[in-house]
């Protein structure tokens, strides 16, 4: 089992228009509102591609619950602090004729450090039993930034896998634990190093740096130059597939989740990166926040291009 934490659920509402007017006015053609967060995303993937799961952290329940209704309705667990807040509502804008996607997305509710320790006692009363931790996303205002770092390091003490995809002080503090994966996009990794990254032998060194950090692998994802797997054994690269993208949203959870299913498996680090890309295209194929099916995925599989690199 699979246990992944989510601190900042929300809900995602996706406008589409055929293309966005800065300043201007703007018909929207499609509408449609998901139930998301990142590790939301990523116990949503791992259903679909048949590899068991669990969803811990917080429940706002000043509009119902919407998380636990969401998660029940496709039969995963879910074990959470409640709080009387209004759950966060994120608005994506994707632009068809650009195929870009604008986000304006939320903070979420304040909470306090008892908040956190609340959800502190309750994650590590259910981190007993399970294969692999996943810990993702942004935390509200008032969560302290070494709650993954702290999450990982019980993880690590009970010989559990652990993978984090963070960015800014919660990437920084979270590496400090010394997590089993980490999955970077390019301005992540871009932000940890303190400027942009110009060219593959500045990604390598970056991830490199945080595999000297006791990091076993770096998925990077780069958007349409494809994705890069490094660790200690060797580099991989896949340029991904030609496709007709129709949403951005939840593609890198996918890859996550792709990532903790090959790993589950024992792959090499080519078979984990084919999973991580062919589990990102499976959701770039679908509109708004919809993820990757296993019919997709599997399909998927048999095509994603992997080379070896130095």
């Known amino acids: 089992m699979i246990l992944v934490v989510t601190l900042n ?20 053609e499609e509408v449609r509102e ?25 429940e706002f329940t000043r509009r119902g619950r919407p998380v636990q209704e969401f998660l029940a309705s496709l039969g995963i667990p879910f074990v959470s602090v409640s709080l009387n807040h209004d759950l966060r509502v994120n608005t994506k804008v ?7 996607m604008t986000e304006i997305n939320c903070r979420g509710p304040q909470l306090t450090e008892q908040d956190a320790e609340a959800v502190m006692e309750l994650f590590a009363q259910e981190l007993n039993g399970a294969d692999m931790l996943v810990v993702d996303g942004s935390v509200p205002p008032g969560i302290p930034t070494d709650i993954y770092a702290r999450m990982i390091t019980l993880a690590k003490g009970r010989g559990i896998a652990s993978v984090l995809d963070a960015s800014g002080r919660l ?31 500045e990604i390598l060194h970056a991830c490199r740096d945080m595999i ?20 200690e054994s060797g ?11 129709l949403g951005f949203q939840g593609a890198g959870d996918s890859m996550v ?12 680090g080519s078979e984990l990166l ?7 295209h499976g959701s770039l194929l679908r509109e708004g926040t919809l993820l990757c099916t296993k019919e997709q995925y599997e399909d998927l599989l048999k095509k994603i291009p992997v080379e070896r690199i130095e």
């Open 9 to 28: 659920p929300c809900i995602d509402r996706t406008l589409t228009l055929e293309k966005l007017i800065p300043g201007g006015h703007n018909s929207v």
């Open 34 to 58: 998901d139930v998301s967060g990142k590790g939301i995303n990523v116990n949503v993937v791992l259903q679909h591609l048949g590899v068991p799961s669990k969803a811990v952290g917080f």
């Open 94 to 100: 994707f632009d068809r004729t650009a195929m870009q």
């Open 171 to 201: 990437l920084r503090e979270g590496l400090k634990a010394g997590p089993t994966l980490v999955k970077p996009n390019l301005l992540e990794l871009g932000e940890y190093t303190g400027h942009p990254l110009e060219n593959r032998e």
């Open 212 to 231: 000297a950090r006791g990091v076993h692998g770096v998925c990077v994802s780069m958007g349409g130059d494809g994705a890069l797997y490094v660790e």
């Open 235 to 245: 580099a991989w690269y896949s340029p991904g597939l030609d496709i007709r993208v």
């Open 257 to 268: 989740a792709g990532m903790c299913a090959a790993w589950l498996d024992s792959a090499d």
């Open 274 to 280: 084919r999973s991580a890309v062919a589990a990102a």
